[in-house]
Every structure is written in C-alpha cells, then in structure tokens.
C-alpha cells in the first residue's frame, strides 16, 4: 500500500522567510496530492492541492510542486508570518480517492516575529 | 466553515464501556468520514461512507463500527472501548473525494 514520509517533523523559520516541507510517496499510481493546514486546538483545513498532470501550483504565498519520477512533491510558503505557524500534513491518494488518501506524518511549523 | 457538527466534544469513558460518537453534517455532501488522530501517525481511516447505509472500512478500522441512515448523520461506535482508542477522532465531508471539510474533533479518552 501507499506509505507517505514527510519532512522535517519541524521547522523554525523567521518572519518574513520562506518555509519548504517535503514529502515522499512510495505509490507511482497516486495522482491526487493535498496539503492540510492544522492550527493548535483545531481541525484540519485543506489548503491546497495538485493533481499529477501539473507540475506546480500556486495560490497567493504558497505553492505545491511534484516530482512524479522522483515521487516526491513539496510545499512552499513565502514571505512567512506568524499566523503560518501551526502543523502541515501533505496526503497522496489514487484517483483523489478519499478512502485511498494516506497522510503524512506532519511537520510543525514555527514562524517566530 | 461548512455546516459540520461533532458530538460530544470532550468524552472519558471506563475500558470496556460502548461509546458512539456523532457527525451531523448540513452541507447535503455525499462522502462522509471518520478519522483518528494521534501523535506521530498524522490522521488514520478508520471507516468512512459514500452514502446512506453504504459504508467501507478503513485503514484502522479494528474495534470500531459505523452507521449511516440519513445522509447528515455518521455515527462511529467504539464497541468495547480499550486504552488503545484514546485519540483525537475527526469527522470530514466531501461531496467529491478526498475529505475537504473537517469536524471540530472530539477528545476521547479511555480510562
């Protein structure tokens, strides 16, 4: 079955910095590729997401890229600020199926002022 | 947010006891699931269903059994709850796949 490695598990970045998480997938059919965004004492929201006939895709300061030889595919988010720090979960699923998609591990991501 | 509801919000229960936790949705949306969160596993399958009385097992499924009579409502039984099913459990929607709305969560603790 699918496995998801994702890192780092956290990360310490200042204002204003850019912050890269990344994950790796061992299913070369997974197609679907979601982060979600948790903030202490909330629910998951989905964040953004990319399917694996792009490359990349952006929205506003962050942006996702997949590398489907290498299996692997990465969040970026730019200019940084504090209301970014909360736990990242990427996902990878066959056919965007939901009862297919398995999460990664999560990296907990600090912005400090 | 969309219209997702999960009851209770809090729970501690003695092992051994049955436990039936609630999802109540109001967004009409066909995919309902059931997750459970803990630390260092990200967020588990446990049962999830794409309609009302078809459900699926999930990736954890073990010791916990699901029902879907009506479209809004999701209800997960853990049906001898042991020490094991201490976590955080989130409902999510979808009206495609994957899950795109998640609950608020429910702790639960077995004692």
């Known amino acids: 079955g699918e496995n998801v490695e994702q890192h780092p598990s956290t990360l310490s970045v200042q204002e204003g910095d850019s912050a890269v998480i990344k994950c790796t997938y061992s299913?070369?059919?997974?197609?679907?590729f979601p982060w979600y965004k948790q903030e202490l004492g909330k629910r998951p929201q989905l964040i953004i997401d990319?399917?694996?006939?792009?490359g990349e895709k952006k929205d506003q300061r962050i942006a996702v890229t997949l590398n489907k030889t290498a299996k692997h595919f990465s969040l970026h988010i730019t200019e940084t600020q504090p209301e970014d720090s909360a736990v990242y979960f990427c996902?990878?699923?066959?056919?965007?199926?939901?009862?297919?998609?398995?999460f990664g591990t999560g990296t907990r991501l600090q912005v400090f002022p | 947010d969309a219209g997702i509801t999960q009851s209770p919000r809090h729970k501690v229960t003695e092992t051994g006891t049955p436990v039936t936790l609630r999802c109540h949705q109001t967004?009409?949306?066909?995919?309902m699931y059931w997750y459970r969160q803990d630390p260092g596993h990200g967020l588990r399958l446990i049962h999830y269903?794409?309609?009302?009385?078809?459900?699926d097992k999930g990736e954890v499924s073990d010791g916990y059994s699901v029902s879907r009579s009506k479209t809004e409502d999701f209800l997960l039984t853990l049906e001898s709850a042991t020490s094991s099913q201490t976590s955080v459990y989130f409902c999510?929607?979808?009206?495609?796949?994957?899950?795109?709305?998640f609950g608020q969560g429910t702790r639960l603790t077995v004692v």
């Open positions: 967004e009409n949306h066909r995919y």
């Open positions: 996902a990878a699923s066959r056919n965007g199926a939901g009862d297919k998609l398995i």
């Open positions: 999510a929607i979808s009206e495609s796949n994957p899950p795109a709305f």
């Open positions: 990319i399917r694996s006939n792009v």
């Open positions: 299913d070369s059919a997974s197609n679907y």
């Open positions: 269903s794409y309609g009302v009385k078809d459900t």
